[in-house]
C-alpha cells in the first residue's frame, strides 16, 4: 500500500513538472533570442572567465514582451535592459515588429577576474507578430528603464460592401 502511494505521488509530481515546463517552453517560445558577439561588442577572452559554460561567441537571452490591443492601437512593450536607446533599431515589416540592438559589454575594471558571466551580448534580432493590420509610419517608441514600448495605431479595415451579382 505505501509503494503504491508513493508511485502516485511521484506520478503526480512527475505530471506536474511535465506540464511546468510545456507551460514555460511555449510562453519562451518568441522571447528566446540570440545575441551574435562582434568585435565592437567587447566581450573578454574565454580564458578570462572562471564560468565553464562561458562562450564568447555565442549567447541566448529571454527578450520578454507584452503585446496589447485596445479599439485604436496596438501596444508592444519588450524588456530589453542593458542599452542605450540609440542602439535600437525598430521597424515593421508585414505583420511582425522587429526590433534589432546590439548590447556591449562593460569591463569593471582592468585587473581580477569574472567568475560567472551569464548575461547575453552581441546584436540581436526579436521578432514580434502583430496580431490586427497596423499603420507604420505613425508608430511611435520610447524607451525607458530598460522597456522599450512601441505604440502602433490600428489600420482603419473597411467592413466587406455588400454587392448583388446578377444571375445570367
Not at 30 to 43: D, E, L, R, V, Y
Request: charged residues 30%; contains cysteine.
Amino acid at each position: 500500500m505505501k509503494f503504491e502511494g508513493f508511485k502516485g505521488g511521484l506520478s503526480t509530481f512527475w505530471d506536474s513538472v511535465a506540464e511546468g515546463w510545456q507551460h514555460m517552453r511555449q510562453a519562451a517560445a518568441g522571447a528566446i533570442t540570440s545575441f551574435k558577439p562582434s568585435a565592437q561588442t567587447n566581450m573578454p577572452a574565454k580564458n578570462d572567465v572562471d564560468d565553464a559554460f562561458f562562450i564568447p561567441s555565442t549567447g541566448w537571452s529571454m527578450l520578454g514582451g507584452d503585446v496589447f490591443e485596445d479599439d485604436r492601437r496596438l501596444v508592444v512593450r519588450l524588456e530589453v535592459p542593458g542599452l542605450d536607446k540609440n542602439d535600437l533599431d525598430i521597424e515593421v515589416e508585414g505583420a511582425t515588429l522587429i526590433v534589432r540592438g546590439e548590447k556591449r559589454f562593460e569591463r569593471e575594471s582592468s585587473e581580477g577576474r569574472y567568475r560567472v558571466l551569464q548575461c547575453a551580448y552581441g546584436s540581436f534580432r526579436r521578432m514580434v507578430p502583430l496580431p490586427v493590420p497596423v499603420v507604420a509610419e505613425q508608430a511611435q517608441a520610447s524607451y525607458r528603464n530598460g522597456v522599450l514600448r512601441v505604440e502602433l495605431p490600428k489600420a482603419e479595415i473597411e467592413p466587406p460592401k455588400k454587392m448583388a451579382v446578377k444571375v445570367d
